[in-house]
Structure formats: C-alpha cells, structure tokens
C-alpha cells in the first residue's frame, strides 16, 4: 500500500513538474514573440520615416526618431511587467498546488496507516477473548485458571472499549457533534480513579501519585477520563516495565497543573509540536514497534482546548518525557 501510494505521488509529482514547465515555457515563448514583433513595428516603422527625410527638418526627424524609440520601449516594459506578472501568479498558484497535493498524499497515508493500525488493534482484544471464552466452554478448568483467563478477557475488553470511545469522542469532537456536559468536579478524585485502574491493569507497572487535594475544575467528566487515560496509556507504551509513571497534581491561585512523567526514551526536540496531529507517530510505520492509532494525544489537544487549558510536552530528567495539562481557573 505504501509502495502504490508512493508510485502514486512520484507520477503526480513528475506530470506536475512537466505542466509546470510547460507554462513557464509557454509564458517565454509568448514575450519573444511579442518583442519580436515590437521590434519588427519599430524597424518597419523606421523604414517608413526613412523615406520621408527629404521632406522633414532635421528637428522634426530627431521628434519622430525619439517618438518611435520610446514607443518601443514602452511595449518592452510593458511586455516585461505583464510576463513577471503572470510569472508570480503561476508560481504562486503552482506552490499552493504542491503543497495542497502532498498535503493530501499525506493525509492519506496517515489515514492508510490508522486503518491498519485500527483493524490490528481491534483484532487483537477480540481474538483474545473470543479464545479465552472458547477455553472456559471447552475445558473445565481449577477456578485460579478460570480467573486468570476472565481477568485476561476483562483487560483485553478494556482495552476495545478504550480503543473505540477514542475514535467515537475524536469523531465527534470534530465533526462538533458531541454534547460536552460542563460540571464541577473533582480533578483530583478523577485522576486517582483514573490510576487505580491502571493499578489493577498493570499491576507489573510502578506508579507514583502526587495529588493535591479539592482540585476543582469545569469540565466533562467522560473526556477528562479519557484525557487522563490517553496520557497514562501513552507512558505505559512508552516506557521501559522498570520505569515509574508519575501522576502529579498541583494547583495555585490561577491554574491547576496535571503531570503524567515517564521515564522513556523520550520524544525529539522536532518532534514535539508534530505529536499533537491527527495520526501522526513518531517513526518508520514499517519498523515501528509501539501500538497505537495516532489518535491519543491529538484527542487530548482537543480535550485540553475545549476546557480552557494548554497541553505540552518536555523532558524528564534523566530519561523520559512530562506532559503537563494546564488549566486556567
């Protein structure tokens, strides 16, 4: 898929190139025409009075001469100023062709790339469980293997339901379909709710909580869960089984400040800004080992925009990376 599309994108971009130089070749060729038949006037005109200096004063010759000579460069200048003209709307017009194209062979293939990030991502949870109940129906199994796979079905359902309440709310989120319920509420109870459950998910995984208590905020309480989920999940992909996951929650007289800190690779300087798109990943899609749709941190912008609060991302010292959710009170 990525090989058509790129054959795709070499092909438009080579006809593009050729139409392009075409025109301006186009464009040229018109102004020497033009000039010269500017100058053939001029030198049948020169002819015409020629022919006439017997009969005119030496004044009145030099007038004529004069008058010709600026006529013609006049129609020079004005064949000059018409080309350059043209010349800058071609290549004004050309360069937001190029960029509209590539711009949307990009969006394409972003789009190619989240389907199959999706269809994997689906599958995944749904042969886990379907697997996981056929053992449970087929075998009678001693009640700790029982729980083991009922534990495991219940993660992996988990897991679907994150996966498609990100794509209905960003869905939604954009086509301005969602009717956001705006309430007081407890920042800090949600966000101690939201790592207790990723306690019991993960229980491999070390968490550190450092939550100021009564940090209330207006918001929705369902997409400041998934906000809160999205940023955890991203530090659980990311980072290392050893490394802790921080939640920090802070507030002052004007804003609330929510961290989530990993200790990961972290994410280059050039990278930053880009995270924060619609499916955009960071890496080679073919090498890529992460799982992952792209959508998170672009529904968490939208979260964070629709709640009067900014979301960066910095450096974790030593390793990793912090994003901060500011909240303005």
Known sequence: MQDDTRKRLRRTTFIYWTLLFYIIAALVWWFIILEKQNQQIAKQRYINLSSQADSLSTLRMAEKLEAINNETTRNTGKYIAEGVTFLILILIGASFVYRSVKRQFKLQQQQQNFMMAVTHELKTPIAVARLNLETLQKYTLDPEKQKKLIRTTLDE?????????????????????????????????????????????????????????????????????????????????????????????????????????????????????????????????????????????????????????????????????????????
């Not at 509420?185 to 459950?197: G, I, P």
């Not at 961290?259 to 990961?264: A, V």
């Open 157 to 329: 359902t988990t897991r679907l339901n994150f996966l498609t309440n990100n794509i209905l709310v960003s869905s939604q989120l954009e086509a301005e379909r969602y009717k956001s319920d705006n309430e007081e509420l407890d920042l800090s109870a949600l966000l101690r709710d939201c790592v207790q459950d990723f306690k019991k998910r993960f229980p491999d995984r070390l968490f550190n909580q450092e939550i100021e208590e009564d940090a209330d905020v207006k918001g929705d309480p369902l997409l400041l869960q998934i906000l809160i989920n999205n940023l955890l999940e991203n530090a659980i992909k990311y980072s290392p089984k050893e490394g802790i996951i921080t939640a920090v929650l802070k507030k002052d007289s004007s804003n609330l400040q929510l961290h989530i800190i990993d200790e990961g690779p972290g994410i280059p300087d050039e990278e930053k800004k880009k995270i924060f798109s619609k499916f955009y990943r960071i890496g080679n899609e073919s090498t890529r080992k992460a799982q992952g749709t792209g959508l998170g941190l672009y529904l968490c912008q939208k979260i964070a925009k629709g709640h009067n609060a900014d979301i960066s991302v910095t450096n974790n010292v030593p390793s990793g990376s912090n994003f901060a959710v500011i909240f303005r009170v």
